[in-house]
C-alpha cells in the first residue's frame, strides 16, 4: 500500500475514491525510494543541527538550500501528479461515460482535486515538517553566531569596554513563522496540483500538462528570482533573503527565515519587514489556486459536464 495521509472528504463522491485509488498505484520500488528520501531527508537535517556550534561551518544557508530542494521536489510532485488526472479520462476514452452519469461539474472537480491531494499529501507534511524544523535551527544558528561576535571578538579595542547587547525573542514572529510553515506547505502544495490539473483539462495530454503547468509554476520563480539576482548582485546571503521580492520565487522561505531570527542588534527591523513579503508570497499561491480551479471548471463544462448534478 503506498504511504500516503488520508485528506477528509468534502463530498463523499466516489469520484474522490476512484481518483484516489489511481494516484495511489504504486509500486514496491516507489515505496522503496520514497523511503530512502526519507531517510536522506533525515539524515540531512540531523547533520545540519550538528553544525549548530561550528562558527565556520554556513548552517543557515544550508538549511535554505535543503528547504528549496524539498520544494522543488515537492512541487514537481504535486504538478505531476496533478497534470494525470484529467488527461487519463480523455486518452483512456471514459471522459464520455463519466460525465453521462450526470455527475456535476462542480463534484468531478472536487472530487479529483482531493484525490490527487491526498496522492501528495505526504510531500505536503514533508515540506511543512522541514520548514516547522528549520525555525529553531535559524534561531540558534544566528544567536550562536551573535554571541561569539560579541564574546569570541574583542570589539572593546577599538570602541571601548561596552556591555553585551541584549538578545531577545519576539513570540509573535515566532509563532507566525510555524503557522505560516504550514500554510504556506498547504497552499504551494494546492496550488500545484490545481495548475496541473487545469493543463490537464485544457490540454487532455498528460506530458503536455506536465510541461505547461511547470513552465507557467516556473515563471514567478525564474522572473523574480533573476530580478532578486540582479538587485543584489553577489551581496551576503541574508540580503538576498530580507529581499521582498524573492519571496515570490521562494514561495515565502525568506520571509520565514526573517521571522524565525531572534531579536538582536542585527535584526531590529528584520522581523516587521518580513510581512511584506509573505503577504505577496499568499496572495501569490491564492490567485494560482483561484484561477486554476476557476479554468479546470470551466473546462469540464466545456467538455460535457453539467452544471448541477442529477437529482
Keep these: 500500500m503506498a504511504v500516503s495521509i488520508r485528506i477528509p472528504s468534502l463530498n463523499n463522491s ?14 514496491a520500488r516507489t515505496r522503496l525510494s520514497m523511503w530512502m528520501v526519507l531517510v536522506l531527508l533525515v539524515g540531512a537535517v540531523v547533520s545540519i543541527v550538528l553544525t549548530l556550534n561550528n562558527f565556520n561551518t554556513p548552517t ?49 472537480l472536487i472530487g479529483k482535486w482531493l484525490g490527487v491531494l491526498n496522492r501528495v499529501s505526504l510531500w505536503m507534511l514533508i515540506f511543512g515538517a522541514v520548514r516547522m524544523v528549520m525555525v529553531p535551527v535559524f534561531m540558534l544558528s544566528l544567536l550562536y553566531r551573535y554571541a561569539w561576535f560579541n564574546g569570541g571578538v574583542s570589539v572593546s579595542q577599538y570602541y571601548g569596554d561596552r556591555l553585551p547587547e541584549p538578545v531577545g525573542w519576539i513570540p509573535w514572529a515566532a509563532l507566525l513563522a510555524v503557522v505560516m510553515s504550514g500554510v504556506l506547505a498547504v497552499l504551494e502544495v494546492a496550488a500545484c496540483t490545481a495548475l496541473g490539473m487545469a ?5 487532455r ?19 523574480f528570482g533573476g530580478f532578486t539576482r540582479y538587485e543584489i548582485g553577489n551581496g551576503p546571503y541574508w540580503r538576498t533573503l530580507s529581499f521582498p521580492i524573492l519571496s515570490l520565487a521562494d514561495a515565502g522561505t525568506g520571509p520565514l527565515w526573517q521571522l524565525s531570527l531572534p531579536l538582536t542588534g542585527w535584526t531590529r527591523a528584520t522581523h516587521g519587514a518580513a510581512l511584506p513579503g509573505l503577504l505577496m508570497c499568499t496572495v501569490m499561491l491564492t490567485v494560482f489556486i483561484a484561477v486554476s480551479l476557476f479554468g479546470i471548471w470551466w473546462s469540464i463544462r466545456r467538455d460535457g459536464a453539467l452544471a448541477s448534478g442529477s437529482q
Excluded at 484516489?20 to 509500486?27: H, I, M, P, V
Excluded at 503536455?208 to 520563480?221: D, G, N, Q
Aim: hydrophobic share 50%; proline share 2%.
Design 60 to 108: 543557515q544557508q544550508l538549511a535554505i538550500y535543503v528547504i528549496w530542494v524539498v520544494h522543488a521536489v515537492t512541487a514537481s510532485r504535486a504538478i505531476s501528479a496533478g497534470a494525470n488526472a484529467i488527461s487519463r479520462e480523455h486518452v483512456g476514452k471514459t471522459w464520455d461515460s463519466l460525465v453521462l452519469t450526470g455527475v456535476s461539474a462542480r463534484q468531478i
Design 199 to 203: 493543463a490537464s483539462a485544457w490540454t
Design 205 to 223: 495530454r498528460g506530458w503536455t500538462a506536465m510541461i505547461a503547468a511547470f513552465c507557467i509554476r516556473l515563471i514567478p520563480v525564474a522572473l
Design 14 to 27: 466516489p469520484i474522490e475514491w476512484q481518483e484516489t485509488r489511481q494516484q495511489q498505484g504504486a509500486s
